[in-house]
């Protein structure tokens, strides 16, 4: 018998890329101040999110974030992921240890949750030196997960088959499911390490209404208008079905979701929390069985 974990909000990441610029092409909000992300931080607090995840590479978000963790005296309790900066030299020891040490103090934290590497290509670097580096960061205490962020199947299973690495963060929603459909997360659990889904939303993408896609995508101009028609058949919403799906078909994993406003934190854990038609991943399965790489990826918009 297989074992499939039930799914709870607590297997919800808050992402917080927009903290440090604005992120995401439905961002109408722009990007938010103190005071409105620790009005974020504390809703998603109060739903019970206790994991957040940021990078060097993004803007300010770590002081922002560590700031408002410190003004709402949950910092002890909370599990945070940063991700090194891409630019810094990984097979530098010093500089990696002072570029942990320096999240650590914008994050006023002792120690991560995890740190991960922000781009496939490092993995080249694994065997040249760098898994030693980062296991002597977790000898040290100051961290106790090592993962990577991949943006292609393949490098995904290269991730899951090194050793020392523990956490994978992915892209994945209802439009891309190549990472799926590649066996990604079976493996994942053979080797019991965790995946980290993000772009649930395809950086609002699948949450526009028909007529919002700006005109750089017309080539996506017809996605909203058939994940409406989607949704009216199943009668739910936009962001029931783009959560709904992956809290069906991929019940382990974690889920990066980033918000502009702190109402968005409510929708999005009330659409988790909800029961789904039997038929949804069939129908989504259905609906977008091939999808055009340039809606994909957003790296060609």
């Not at 974030?65 to 891409?86: C, D, M, R, V, W």
């Not at 090194?162 to 892209?171: F, H, N, R, W």
């Not at 019991?192 to 939303?201: D, E, G």
């Amino acid at each position: 018998m297989t074992f499939i974990k039930t799914s709870t909000i607590q297997d919800l990441v808050l992402g917080t890329a927009q903290f440090g610029f604005k992120y995401g092409i439905a961002n109408n909000a722009g990007q938010p101040d103190q005071a409105l992300a620790t009005e974020i931080i504390s809703e998603a607090w109060k739903n019970g999110i206790r994991e957040f995840d940021t990078a060097q590479g993004y803007g300010t978000s770590e002081e922002v974030l560590g700031k408002a963790l410190a003004e709402l005296k949950i910092s002890k309790n909370a599990k945070i992921i940063t991700k090194f900066h891409p630019d810094l030299n990984h097979l530098d020891a010093d500089v990696l240890e002072k570029s942990l040490d320096q999240s650590l103090r914008k994050l006023v934290i002792n120690r991560l949750y995890g740190i991960m590497l922000h781009r496939e290509k490092m993995l080249s670097l694994w065997r040249k030196g760098l898994a030693k580096i980062l296991s002597r960061l977790v000898l040290s205490g100051k961290v106790l997960r090592i993962g990577v962020s991949v943006y292609s199947p393949e490098k995904a299973i290269e991730a899951l088959n090194t050793e020392g690495l523990d956490m994978v963060q992915v892209p994945t929603n209802i439009l891309d499911r190549r990472f799926e459909k590649a066996g990604v997360f079976e493996l994942a659990r053979e080797k019991k390490k965790q995946i980290y889904i993000r772009s649930v939303f395809l950086q609002g993408l699948i949450l526009m209404n028909p007529g919002e896609v700006p005109d750089r995508l017309s080539f996506a101009r017809h996605i909203p208008g058939t994940i409406e028609s989607l949704a009216n058949l199943l009668n739910m919403t936009r962001r029931d079905i783009a959560l709904g799906y992956i809290k069906e078909a991929i019940p382990n994993a974690k889920v990066i979701l980033g918000v502009d406003l702190p109402s968005q934190v409510a929708e999005n854990c009330h659409s988790w929390r909800r029961s789904n038609t039997a038929s949804l991943v069939s129908h989504v399965k259905d609906f977008f069985a091939e999808v055009d790489e340039r809606i994909l990826n957003p790296a060609l918009w």
